[in-house]
């Protein structure tokens, strides 16, 4: 084949009406932007919207801090201190005053314990004489960077090991606040994650088959997901938390809470899924695909997948908070994760008690941990949901 | 003796943005007076639509940045500044609708669909009118009979999709005239109908000017249609007017480039000789014989089936190699249709469709698994009509070019990008736009890359399902000329799907001319346009605007 660009070709006709090859540009038009990929469009559209700028900041934190869990707790969470039930939460000081003038020197006070002459009630008051100083990468105990280096070196921590560090308070059994919080959010997200995945997996496949596909496999799971969804989850999940054995180990129930959790969970993706293999279909360019000679695998791969992943992402930031929130009921029924293990949900059921409220507030933190984190997913998933198409009008 | 009733001077309008702003028009000058049709021509993008917004005040996002918008009223004998008002305050309010009236592009989105038509009208009268619910029912009837709908005391109370196109069109002129306004603004009223339909559109709306005594600013791209209506023109480009003047004067003295350019490409398809010189071969690449496909009707629960819409009726048609072969004919007429059952999308319940393979082998289109090892995707190629939806926007364009030549296996790494910089260069591309995304392209660069795609594994035939129709005028002109030109360099059997006469007259050697799933008429082009011979065909010709105001046809 014999290429001939038009400038050779015969000016014949009114081939005087051709002008430029590459046609007149509007000047107005800002031409020098063509080369960026989907990717690029999204993270600046992503970028204008400050709320979930800084939702993902405060998610980095938390996704942080569950990594670095054991970095990150001063105390042994598990580590039950009977002389300081109920202790109040110490706030942290980092300028020293004392008599040589003023030096930065991380410190709390320490407590002192006074007894009610009425209720003969004990009640811990700070005691601004003691100051107990902190050190920064302390070693104390023991624990797994990542489930598999042993180490002991811990972010913050009293220069003397036994002095008390009660950063939000301590529980029932004198326990560290701070710590299980940092440990649950460890198993909190973390099951909001793993659930999520496991129900993207369920809902890709089959949702993508019953749009691609379409007939009689569309038909039967479109129906099952409606009889799913037409199940009140609280009462089903109780039903299927009930029926686990109560020998399994506090792992084996984790894996189960989360299976349970997908179970429900796929549905939404799945239809998420299915609609846009539908629309897609519909599309010029993936009939184009197939007349170019693409396999079913790679028009699904190479040119519908593409198009809807930012919406997969969307819809799965959107259903992790939702998995997280589950989990939480769950587990505050009593239904879910058990102690020993430390989850949001498992912390919060010790702030169940009205007298407990009253005397140690600092017990609903782990509600506020909620709070933030199921707001912040919320607001990165509206953020990349407006980003999610950069091509829409 | 005519009044003027809106003068707009120096109107500017821009879209503020965050690195400043973009001019969408500049110093936009032009009067409206009364019984006179003025017409707004120019390309896509070219500042059209967003005057006539900033004549109603609505163009946000963008703001009018600096001009003056005078409202005479004539039998007040007042004037009223718009462009000053609040655009949601109460005194632009009482102009939009009752003053000034806009009819839109798009008859089905305009209109609600959850609202009967007649619910639609009775609205806009009782806002800007003083009569009660019946006065108002009565009105709208009146406006209904007006323009010409059939039976207007039950078709009040139908829904919008209950009516045809042309009818909602109708339907929309009918509410915005309920108030009897002075300025009515129609924005491309015409585009989106069907030739025969434009016609009856265009013949309603100089017939109620006339009885009205309105002003009307038409916008539109179609010279044709300009010809036929325009009492002045107003000539666009990238937001600025470069030339105005009466209708005639334009048309036989323009002075301005950029109209002549418009009027060279509105004519040269209708005035250039058809130019095929060498017959096509006797070589027949293509053959249906009594083709036939109903869609069955949407499956009921517990009912039977019953036949539904009949989109191909005995369709028997032949391309030959080195021929184009134009299909033409209105929505719903079963083109597309064709072309699907071409293309193994649909498979016919009766009739054959033979392809004859370059190895000399015959294929049958009727039966899916002829498709399967895709030797007939690769010697029949689609051209598609939407420049936009037929990229994919996520590859760059060396990826859209290179994906048939890849999968094919025919080409990979610095070849197929050579291969890649060589198709856009014979497209009128430089090279260098292979790293590109397709948005960064306009339509006809975009309908070029589809060219490039469908030229790359070296086919035979090529469907192109309304190639040009979403097209701008000189571009269309551009884009059908590399077509031609690729055709004689490559030999290729085009089979062009398309509604517009002057197109299908100035590019096929042979057309085949489709009614309600049925071809009525087989002929050369020339034949077709010139002597029609089937009636429906006739009419179909007669409804072709003609770009030359002295040979006014259609509503005179």
Redesign the interface.
Known sequence: MTLITPADSPEDRIGAVRDTPVGEVDPRIDHSHGTESQWQLIRRRFAKHRLAVISLWILGLFVFVAVFAGFVAPNDPGNVKARYTYAPPQALHFIDRSDEGWSFRPHVYGYKVEIEPEALRRTFVIDEEKKIYLTFFKRSWDYKLFGLIPTDIHLLGPEKTRDPFYLFGADRLGRDMFSRLVYGTQISLSVGLVGVIMSLVLGVIIGGAAGYFGGWFDAVTQRAIEFLRSLPTIPLWMGLAAAMPSDWSPLQTYFAITLILSFLGWTELARVVRGRFLALNGEDYVAAARYDGCSHLRVIVRHMVPAFTSHIITAASLAVPAMILAETALSFLGLGLQAPVISWGVLLQEAQNIRTLATAPWLLLPGAAIVIAVLAMNFIGDGLRDAADPYAK | MTTTVLEVRGLSVAFPHRKGE??AISDVSFDLKLGETTCFVGES?SGKSVTARAVLNIVEPAVIKSGAINLVDVKAGQRIELSGLDPDGAEIRAVRGARIAMIFQEPMSSLSPVHTIGQQIIEAILLHQDVDAAGARAKAIEALRAVQIANPEEAIDKYPFEYSGGMRQRAMIAMALGCEPDILIADEPTTALDVTTQAEILKLLKGLQDTRDMAVMFITHDMGVVAEIADQVVVML??AVVETGPVDQVFHAPTHAYTK?LL??AL??DE??H?RIAPASDEVLIETRGLSLAFPSKKKLLKKRKVGVQALDDVSIALKRGEILGIVGESGSGKTTLARVL?G?FQPQEGTALYHSRDGGTRDLTDKASFRD?QV??EM??I???PY??????MTVEQIIG??LL??GLLKGAALRKRVG?LL??V???ASAM???P????G??RQRI?IA?AIAL?PRVIIADEATSALDG??R??IL??LL?LRD??DLAILFIAHDIGVVR?FCDRVAVMHRGRVVETGTALQICDAPQDPYTQRLIAAVPIPDPRKRHLVA
């Open positions: 973009t001019t993008g990238h937001g350019k060279k490409a040269g398809l250039a000789p130019g293309m999308r895709g995707y690769r190629r689609m598609f009509q939407d939806g037929s990229l994919n926007p996520r994906e048939p999968v094919g060589e260069e014979r009128g591309l430089p790293e590109r995304y948005h960064a392209f306009s006809g660069q589809g795609r070296d000189s571009i002109a551009q000329d590399l030109a360099e490559l100035y």
